[in-house]
């Protein structure tokens, strides 16, 4: 195994007066690799138990037969059977399905999982492990917030079974500094989120009057909550200015003569800067230096109460300093108040430029757009552009594939049989004409899975010609169907594109693909 | 298929030689025998129901039975969805329609097949963006994207609803999908009454405050802390000790200062090295 880590059997050792338990790892494979280490060493079924199991597989195997026949799954059945399990979204749907009903049969004692399994069943273990504490969002690694921390440990203690849910974090030895510390009083608060998609505003041009769209643009979330903020700082502004006028008050009328021990300090620091090694020899230094050495003999210094002067004057300077930067806050909190209204009017421009809308008149291509929710204008483009209705059905769904697909960093797929320059060349374009790369999100990568499915390839086929998961392959699938749909009602009025979508879907949605309940 | 008969039997042969490889390395073949659970005496059977509700609960259910619109906070785990299902009877028996929205498929797939099981095939439908089952009837499952969708393409469609349900509403945080609950919550027709169900997060008061402003009414926030189980949070260390917060603490100090120090040995090596570079 190329990488060294923590035997799970120990961790188990020292927790197994608290199971079952759900071990949270961050990274598909190492749920596996955990799961078959830990079976190496734990059996956690008796006869009776194992019987169970091997009926549930069986039964559900006479529905999928070929669920555990992929990849590495035939370790999975001999682990489950051990009591073990994993299970992230590199599973099939079918295969998921198994291993989330043997958990909630209690015939699961360990089980190796990601993130998504917290979130997808509500169902409790006794306590919860937590391998490590940061996860890849992503784009970045990061330490878990506070209440994703709390949400997965929340499945720790059943109720009426266990009067405390206990939650293990692993120290690790490597990485000491990366160990989580998480307090429910520091859960993060929850901010507006809004973001203008293309959709967002031809939806709002069609259907929503002048007086909703200012609605949307200003009492959103993040407006609130940045008025709400906006409120706060200048509140505290005036607290602040308030504090130097009294403290102002304070001072005597010689505060701003030479006379004042406070004016000659000022004086004097000035003084020992000019005359050191950086600055003496800067032109004008010299000159300074002599002005204030005459300002400082032609008058005496006063004899006054100075330390509360003092004082004052330092409060005053830690008070301004506090005020310019709560003013520079003011500033953010503004622009960023009137963000939503520069970007819903620069995305207006930018639809306009290509002949989507013109105020609030719609073109054709607008309004195949207002039904599109994934990168509309490169999905609208594609189909004006007569490429959907000219290429065969199979290069359609090879495609249609790739929209909005960010392939993974080892991630490999059989090159699909059919150019895709005409694609790349219409991207060019378009970015070309100004829009935004976001807006034009597209890989060749799973485009042989599409075509090949379509095809009427087997399940087992497109393995073979990659390396992703079966789960993987299934949400392939799954997001193309999901365009197909949108695409379709876009088209409603096109006959002939209409149909050849429908057949695409229709062609698609087969077998192993297909949703479970 | 031949080819991957052959294959088979390549990958035959090189097991076969690696297993023998094993056996020769090894002085004799020793059986480990697995580790067994300690299994605690006869658990007590879950009872299938919790009979009695619990006072944020019942606080929660009068209101939105009363028509009322309402957020509730509460830890994972403590029987938010409850609430729902009252309503959901409610809503039903009046005639009415309600529409629950989830953030993620699979958790509508789920309650699509719970709702079923409780009101009847012909009741419950399910729409998500990739599959529509009886999509008219009164009571709707939907990611939120697809409600929010709805808002804006067929508000017709949303005459008769009376409630939507937002489970996981702190969701509005999520940086690429919170966007659909916030339109969904600015463009959701006004007779439709909202629930919001939500993690404990500090600020639901300003995101009741929010929604109260946006859609012109009053939002009653109900909020429980406490957990149904109490957490007892534990580390542990390298060396498979069990350690409370403060040991925890001390304990990653003191590993993460022999890193420190190490570090250092080595800075201070690499500088030997340089300055004698230098010097020469």
Request: proline share 4%.
């Amino acid at each position: 195994m190329a990488r060294a880590f923590k035997d799970p059997s120990e961790i188990i050792d020292v927790i197994q007066e608290h199971l079952p338990v759900l071990y949270f790892v961050f990274g598909r494979a190492k749920t596996e690799e955990l799961a078959v280490e830990l079976g190496k060493q734990w059996d956690f079924l008796n006869y009776d138990e194992k019987q169970q199991v091997r009926q549930i597989i069986k039964e559900a195997e006479a529905e999928y037969p070929d669920m555990f026949i992929h990849r590495d799954r035939a370790v999975l059945r001999k682990l489950l059977e051990q009591g073990i399990g994993y299970h992230h979204a590199g599973l099939s749907p079918a295969l998921k399905r198994i291993v989330e009903h043997l958990y909630e049969s209690r015939l699961i004692w360990v089980l190796f999982c990601t993130e998504t399994f917290a979130a997808g069943v509500n169902f409790p273990a006794a306590s919860a492990v937590f391998d490590s504490c940061r996860k890849w969002d992503g784009r970045e690694f990061r330490q878990l917030l506070n209440r994703e921390f709390f949400q997965m440990a929340g499945r720790a203690g059943r109720r009426g079974f266990d009067e405390q849910g206990y939650v293990f974090i692993l120290i690790n030895s490597d990485f000491p500094e990366d160990t989580g510390f998480f307090s429910e009083k520091k859960v993060e608060m929850v901010q507006g989120r809004l973001t203008v998609s293309p959709n967002t505003v031809l939806s709002l041009l069609m259907w929503k009057s002048d007086h909703e769209i200012e609605h949307f643009l200003e009492s959103n979330f993040s407006a609130f909550q940045k008025r709400r903020r906006l409120q706060e700082t200048n509140q505290k502004i005036s607290e602040y200015k308030n504090t130097i006028d009294g403290l102002n008050k304070h001072f005597c009328a010689q505060r701003e003569s030479v006379s004042c021990p406070l004016t000659r300090k000022k004086l004097k620091r000035e003084l020992k800067k000019l005359k050191s090694r950086r600055y003496r020899q800067r032109p004008g230094s010299q000159t300074r230096i002599r002005e204030i050495e005459e300002l400082l003999t032609s008058l005496k210094k006063k004899k006054c109460k100075k330390v509360s002067c003092f004082d004052a004057a330092r409060t005053i300077r830690d008070t301004s300093n506090k005020l310019d930067f709560l003013q520079y806050k003011r500033k953010q909190l503004i622009a960023e108040a009137n963000r939503y209204t520069t970007d819903f009017y620069n995305m207006r421009d930018l639809l306009e430029r290509l002949g989507y809308v013109k105020g609030r008149e719609f073109f054709p291509r607008g309004r195949f757009a207002l039904y599109l929710h994934i990168q509309e204008i490169f999905v609208t483009e594609l189909v004006f552009s007569g490429l959907i209705e000219e290429l065969p059905g199979d290069v359609v769904a090879g495609i249609l594939a790739g929209v909005d697909y960010t392939p993974g960093r080892r991630e490999y797929v059989q090159a699909p049989p059919y150019d895709i320059e005409p694609i790349n060349k219409l991207r060019a374009e378009l970015m070309q004409l100004g829009v935004p790369g976001e807006h034009l999100v597209w890989s060749p990568v799973p485009g042989y899975i599409a075509y090949a499915w379509y095809n009427g390839e087997d399940f087992e086929h497109l393995l073979q010609n990659s390396n992703l998961q079966e789960g993987d392959l299934v949400s392939v699938i799954r997001r193309e169907i999901d365009l197909l749909r949108q695409m379709e009602k876009a088209a409603a009025e096109n006959h002939v594109l209409l149909a050849k979508l429908q057949g695409i879907r229709r062609t698609l949605d087969r077998d192993q693909v297909k949703v479970l309940f | 298929m031949p080819q991957a008969g052959k294959e088979n039997v390549v990958d035959m042969k090189e097991m076969k030689s690696k297993q023998r490889k094993k056996i020769r390395g090894r002085s004799s073949r020793t059986y480990v025998h697995k580790k067994r659970p300690v299994r605690k005496p006869a658990l007590k059977t879950l009872s299938p129901e919790p009979v009695k509700l619990d006072k944020f609960q019942a606080e929660a259910i009068e209101a939105v039975l009363d028509g009322r619109n309402v957020l509730v906070a509460a830890p994972t785990g403590t029987g938010k969805t409850l609430i729902a299902e009252r309503l959901a009877e409610k809503v039903l028996r009046e005639g009415r329609g309600l529409v629950y929205t989830s953030p993620l498929k699979a958790l509508s797939n789920q309650k699509y097949s719970d709702f079923k099981k409780m009101f009847g095939e012909q009741q419950v439908g399910l729409v998500t963006g990739d599959i529509t089952i009886n999509g008219d009837a009164p009571l709707t499952v939907m990611t939120t994207e697809i409600f929010r969708n709805k808002c804006f393409e067929d508000m017709e469609d949303l005459a008769n609803i009376a409630y939507v349900v937002f489970d996981e509403i702190h969701y509005l945080d999520d940086p690429h999908r919170g966007t659909a609950w916030e339109e969904a919550i600015l463009f959701a027709p006004p007779h439709v009454k909202i629930l919001g169900l939500s993690a404990t997060v500090p600020n639901v008061k300003e995101m009741a405050a929010w929604i109260g402003e946006v859609r012109a009414c009053e939002v009653l926030v109900v909020e429980e802390r406490k957990r149904a189980v109490p957490l007892e949070i534990m580390w542990i260390s390298p060396d498979n000790e069990l350690l409370s917060k403060s040991q925890a603490k001390r304990k990653v100090e003191k590993l993460s200062a022999r890193f420190d120090s190490e570090m250092e040995q080595h800075k201070s090596k690499d500088k030997k090295k340089f300055y004698n570079y230098r010097s020469k």
